[in-house]
T-cell receptor, first 112, second 114 residues
């Protein structure tokens, strides 16, 4: 069964550094998403992406964040200058137009 | 935006019993989804119910939706130890189209005692 994959599974970075989180969505899906979950809190929507542009973004998704689909398979989330409060589990998801979103296993980001 | 809130926050039952979790939301929705999350792991999609549906089944799962009360319930029958996880409801932020972000509730942490 096709799955969403994410790399790396864990990343530790210093405050102020740039990080890129990578995702490979399910191959026939057209809609892509990033969410985050701070430890002990609920899952929060960051951004959705369709047809090579951002479709929707939350208040969390400020100028420090960007997304890109650099080729036909990868979908990336970049955080330009990480802050301590960016420490969280980041989930990628993808869907067809049928709305069910399939989530990857997540990348655990720790900012020191 | 939508805000699904589940109750109870935590539920502990004996293996073989049924578990019922509830979710409430605030505004009109196109669909409502339930997800499971094992500790520290990713989210697994369980079931999607549309606003014109009242009940949906999938294996041991039964989901109901009452749009007049803006609530949904997830019933797991004949629970197993492997059902131990957190369960979340989620609703689309906008019209329910393909690129809508989901708003998740805080979840119900379910523990199945062997």
């Amino acid at each position: 069964e096709p799955e969403v994959t994410q790399t790396p599974s864990h990343q530790v970075t210093q405050m102020g550094q740039e990080v890129i989180l990578r995702c490979v969505p399910i191959s026939n899906h057209l809609y892509f998403y990033w969410y985050r979950q701070i430890l002990g809190q609920k899952v929060e929507f960051l951004v959705s992406f369709y047809n090579n542009e951002i479709s929707e973004k939350s208040e969390i998704f400020d100028d420090q964040f960007s997304v890109e689909r650099p080729d036909g398979s990868n979908f990336t989330l970049k955080i330009r200058s990480t802050k301590l409060e960016d420490s969280a589990m980041y989930f990628c998801a993808s869907s067809t137009a049928q709305e069910t979103q399939y989530f990857g296993p997540g990348t655990r980001l720790l900012v020191l | 935006s939508q805000q699904g809130e589940e109750d109870p926050q935590a539920l502990s039952i004996q293996e073989g019993e049924n578990a019922t979790m509830n979710c409430s939301y605030k505004t009109s929705i196109n669909n409502l989804q339930w997800y499971r999350q094992n500790s520290g792991r990713g989210l697994v999609h369980l079931i999607l119910i549309r606003s014109n549906e009242r009940e949906k089944h999938s294996g041991r799962l039964r989901v109901t939706l009452d749009t007049s009360k803006k609530s949904s319930s997830l019933l797991i029958t004949a629970s197993r130890a492997a059902d131990t996880a957190s369960y979340f409801c989620a609703t689309p932020d906008r019209s329910g189209g393909g690129a809508d972000g989901l708003t998740f509730g805080k979840g119900t942490h379910l523990i199945i005692q062997p």
